[in-house]
């Protein structure tokens, strides 16, 4: 028996992922701990430079537009123009010589982020076997911790021994490079069928009120669909409300300097790898809505312990560590469910719930400074505990578990 090309390898598929995501998350991360050292060198205030980030984050609002397109001309096209716009968007920050460029700049790798990672977990879907698709997301997922433990590790030596245009410029290469690549990759085996429904659709002349409706219709699982995505909103709200202000939190309390909190960062990104770990093994066998269940209960359950381990540093920090490890046994096992909630539309699916990420992320900014400096970690675990229970009541009453026979 004749083995597969390497290309169309499972593990090639995963190693080329992962690769290009690692870049990705190191480029989203690079400004939180060098927030200042680039405001410097930029000339403007840390509140501008976060002012310019935030705008960044603005632009994953694109992501269902983005996943829509990629849904008709194929999630290997749109992952390779995404890595290419983030890419020349970071050395275009780099090689900027006053704000209005280095802010274009930033705003332009903000849609290649929007494009990026939901389509990837989109392709990915059509390429691994239900039963084992929590496994090959989980893997990709390792990118996310291993950014904050090397990517800022190369990016940091760079600031330290170039300047702070160093990494974008090093890492937006590198994104260019792999985005020509992934050339090497197969197509999706459902981009024929993609190819004869947009040439369909072209035939029709569709009004743009029934075409608005189209957009926001899911088929006929849209309550579970639409469930699924609101969860994962949820979720990273409930998380990052706490994250936010966790750091002026062991401050405040505990007196800790930046250092003390770069290590402990270090901590986070090693326990965040260990969880990703565990739920590539683990939840294809116990099952994606049970996994979602065990996650988002653990989580919740760690912000009821949040005021009561709050008596000192090592067990303020282990209540900190416990909802974040469950968080990310939820948001894998969510993301492995939501690529099977409606099929022919994943890269709209997988694009929506970023779009409803960034939502959360976007009121936790606001809400979790106000939630702690008001009523102090009891209010900061008590916002978080709420927005976790809804999750789980949505998860319990309204998501449904289904496998879908896919085309091609």
Request: aromatic share 10%; no cysteine.
């Amino acid at each position: 028996m004749s083995k597969s090309p390497v290309n169309q390898r499972i593990t090639y598929l995963l190693i080329m992922g992962i690769s290009a995501k690692l870049l990705v998350d190191t480029t989203i991360q690079l400004f939180n701990p060098f927030l200042t050292m680039i405001a410097a060198g930029l000339g403007i205030s840390a509140v501008a430079l976060g002012g310019i980030v935030a705008i960044r984050g603005v632009m994953g609002l694109a992501a269902p537009i983005i996943g829509t397109i990629a849904d008709k001309i194929g999630y290997r096209k749109i992952m390779q123009i995404s890595l290419a716009l983030s890419g020349t968007g970071m050395i275009l920050a780099g090689i900027s010589q006053n704000i209005i460029l280095f802010s274009i700049a930033i705003i332009i790798t903000g849609i290649g982020h929007a494009g990026y990672t939901p389509n990837l977990h989109a392709y990915l879907s059509t390429k691994l076997p239900y039963n084992k698709r929590a496994r090959g997301i989980g893997i990709i997922e390792y990118s996310w911790a291993l950014a904050g433990i090397i990517g800022l590790f190369i990016a940091g030596f760079l600031i330290d021994t170039l300047s702070w245009r160093a990494p974008f410029i090093f890492f937006g290469i590198l994104l260019l490079l792999i985005s020509i690549i992934y050339f090497t990759l197969p197509a999706s085996h459902l981009e024929k069928k993609q190819k004869e429904l947009i040439t369909n659709s072209r035939k029709k002349d569709i009004p743009l009120l029934k075409r608005i409706q189209s957009f926001f219709d899911l088929g006929s699982n849209a309550k579970s669909a639409w469930g699924t995505i609101v969860i994962q909103g949820l979720n990273i709200f409930a998380i990052m409300q706490v994250m936010i202000i966790h750091g002026g939190w062991l401050n405040s309390e505990y007196g800790l300097s930046p250092a003390y909190l770069g290590t402990i960062a270090l901590i986070f990104g090693v326990t965040d790898l260990i969880a990703s770990i565990y739920v590539s093994i683990a939840v294809d066998k116990i099952g994606k809505k049970k996994s979602v269940v065990i996650g988002v209960t653990g989580m919740t359950m760690g912000f009821v312990l949040m005021p009561f381990l709050n008596t000192g540093l090592y067990l303020a920090i282990l209540s900190l560590i416990i909802p974040r490890i469950f968080f990310e046994f939820a948001t894998v096992s969510n993301l492995a469910l939501l690529t099977e909630q409606v099929p022919e539309q994943r890269g709209k699916i997988m694009s929506l719930s970023t779009t409803f990420g960034l939502i959360g992320i976007t009121l936790s900014s606001a809400i979790g400074p106000i939630s702690y400096y008001s009523k102090g970690v009891t209010g900061l675990a008590a916002v978080s505990f709420t927005a976790g229970l809804i999750s789980l009541i949505i998860v319990v009453l309204v998501v449904k578990d289904r496998i879908y026979k896919t085309a091609g």
